[in-house]
């Protein structure tokens, strides 16, 4: 029993250090150049030296990314919702079946909580699936858009979290970064090292003695 709870004690230390620092394992290899064993060594230094610091700039962080994100959502969709107005008025014709708005059928109108609109699109000939397909092609696109930035802002906030907790604990300056610095060649540095040769000066003949008269 005495063995079995120290690997409990062990399995939990590795848990909760895994879940609590995998977002500075990808900041550790790319901020300061380390390999796997260093980046995990340093996640799990941090999270177990300074939790609460690590869980206030986590707090921080999610509330400024859920701010950013509701205002790049927002903007998205009053993006999609304006050019759909405009559209609305410009398109007035039905679609092949005459039942419903041809603009309705080929693109439906765009919500809030779902950017691609919660309808279906009704298409009936090849021109309207085509249409359909293109317009589908481009509101992927900006939803691509949200969705890269949801990226960006994690991996982003998360490098800004690993300096300051690298600060805290290391007291490394947030300005020293890993900078990989290419080798000169070693022609030129034994070029370099070679002392500069100055040539010597050719002996200057000598006339032969002249003929005593």
Not at 160 to 175: G, H, K, P, Q
Request: charge should be negative; aromatic fraction near 14%.
């Amino acid at each position: 029993m005495p063995l079995a709870l120290a690997a409990g004690f062990l399995i939990a230390v590795i848990l909760v250090g895994s879940v609590a620092g995998f977002n500075l394992m990808f900041p550790a290899v790319a901020y300061d150049g380390s390999d796997c064993f260093d980046a995990i060594s340093r996640s799990f230094s941090y999270i177990y030296a300074k939790p609460w610091r690590m869980g206030f700039y986590t707090a921080i962080a999610a509330v400024y990314g859920s701010i950013c994100y509701m205002f790049v959502r927002s903007f998205a969709f009053l993006s999609l919702w304006i050019t759909h107005w405009f559209l609305q008025i410009i398109l007035w014709a039905d679609n092949g079946t005459g039942r419903v708005n041809k603009l309705a059928a080929i693109w439906p109108q765009p919500e809030f909580s779902t950017l691609l609109g919660r309808a279906k699109p009704l298409a009936t000939n090849w021109t309207e699936a085509a249409a359909v397909f293109l317009v589908h092609l481009f509101v992927l696109v900006v939803v691509g858009l949200v969705v890269s930035f949801i990226i960006s802002f994690y991996f982003s906030a998360n490098t800004i979290i690993y300096s300051l907790m690298r600060n805290r604990v290391d007291n490394t300056a947030r300005e020293d970064i890993y900078m990989p610095h290419e080798e000169p060649e070693a022609e030129t540095d034994e070029v370099n090292r070679q002392p500069e040769r100055q040539e010597k000066p050719a002996p200057e003949s000598q006339s032969p003695p002249e003929a005593s008269s």
